[in-house]
């Protein structure tokens, strides 16, 4: 006897979302940096922060939306927070902020207060900055922290020793977080010997290669290397140290 259309065509949407929650999952892991995906992997083996397609699963079951895009927090203690966009049928969007080691949601957007501020406030708040620190603010961009408060991330150069980093409060101007200094990142290494250092473990015939920086101006190189079974494998790879940073492979 088989079981009634209904059942089969609900136990069809099931498996249907759950594995696009775990592409999705996936997408959003190769994202990250690989010292961040192994950290996140051993807690989840310990049981110690819930698996991130699970997560996406449960926001997505309680906001009756799809998950569109996810980014990875960090809390003041360090704790690891999941930072989740949702879109509804209606195609309004929302974002919510997840706790990965209980899975509950700790923060969303319409609690979330205040907007960026006008041309003249930011002067005021640049200046005080320039004049505390004597250095140079050379980018404040407007984020959520892992507490979804309102908060200007911003750079001071510091030249020759590099960068200071910090947390400002967008209500009040307040420095929510001490300077973190970032040495200068240090000369990148020739094309040459970055493509040398992969030979032990990568092959393929070779797309392209680019020297970029990220967020943070640390230059990486950009590689793309033919696969013998046509996929294309993607490496991103810290041009001082050396260290591949990120892999991905696409058909």
């Known amino acids: 006897m088989h079981p009634p259309a209904s059942r089969q065509h609900g136990a069809l949407r099931a498996g249907l979302r759950a594995a696009a929650c775990a592409a999705l999952a996936l997408a959003c892991a190769q994202a990250v940096p690989a010292a961040e995906q192994d ?66 949601v700790v923060a969303q957007e319409r609690d979330w207060p205040l907007q960026p501020v006008p041309l003249a406030q930011m002067i005021r708040y640049v200046k005080q900055l320039e004049q505390r620190y004597g250095a140079r603010v050379v980018n404040a961009e407007f984020e959520r922290d892992a507490q979804g408060q309102a908060v200007y991330e911003v750079k001071l150069s510091e030249k020759p020793a590099g960068e200071m980093k910090l947390l400002l409060d967008v209500n009040t101007g307040e420095v929510l977080t001490p300077p973190e200094a970032h040495p200068s990142p240090g000369t990148p290494k020739s094309m040459a010997v970055m493509l040398e250092s992969l030979r032990p473990k990568f092959s393929g015939l070779v797309l392209e290669v680019e020297l970029e920086t990220d967020h943070r101006r640390r230059p990486y190189y950009s590689v793309e290397l033919q696969q013998p079974n046509g996929f294309k494998l993607e490496l991103d790879v810290d041009a001082v140290t050396l260290e591949v940073l990120r892999q991905k492979v696409d058909d």
């Open 39 to 104: 950290a996140a992997r051993r807690g989840v083996q310990s049981g110690q922060l819930k698996p991130l397609n699970s997560i996406i699963a449960d926001v997505g079951r309680q906001y009756g939306g799809r998950v569109i895009d996810v980014e990875t927090k960090h809390g003041r203690k360090g704790e690891l927070r999941y930072e989740i966009k949702i879109i509804d049928a209606r195609g309004n969007k929302q974002e919510v902020l997840v706790d990965a080691a209980s899975g509950k």
